[in-house]
């Protein structure tokens, strides 16, 4: 147990989601009273930006597919938070062969998203699949934030 008066550090993970990192911030603060200057936003830009466009698919349509490893972090996230933000259904796929078919024609409309680190013709693979599959499917995109920043 550590006692209120330690000064304490947060590291957190940062493909947890914004609004989980804000809970365990605000449940700290409450609980240590020395927590000091926790105004640096550590969580990863790409993996904000995918959480904020799953939160307005989830207002457009209750199906959420999710492309990436079912071991990424990030991944397995956003599809928790599509499921926290409202969906009925949230899948997270590897690639469009995982696809529950059965279930899909069920469904007038889905989402798409993908892990940060998600190839992104995995998504122009499964779109291409729905294409073929349902003739007369509308896509459009939801751009949230570009992505323009590249790394040395």
Known sequence: MIPEENKIGIITQTTLSVDETEEIVSYLRKRFKNIINF???NICFATTNRQNAVRQLVQKTPNIIIIGSKNSSNSTHLKEAALRYGAKRAWLIDDASEVD??????????????GASAPEY??????????QRYNNINVHNVIIAEEDISFK
């Open 122 to 131: 995995l998504v122009e693979q499964l779109i291409s699949f729905l294409k």
């Open 101 to 114: 078919w059965m279930t899909l024609d069920q469904c007038q409309s889905v989402g798409i998203s993908a």
């Open 39 to 41: 105004n640096q936003v």
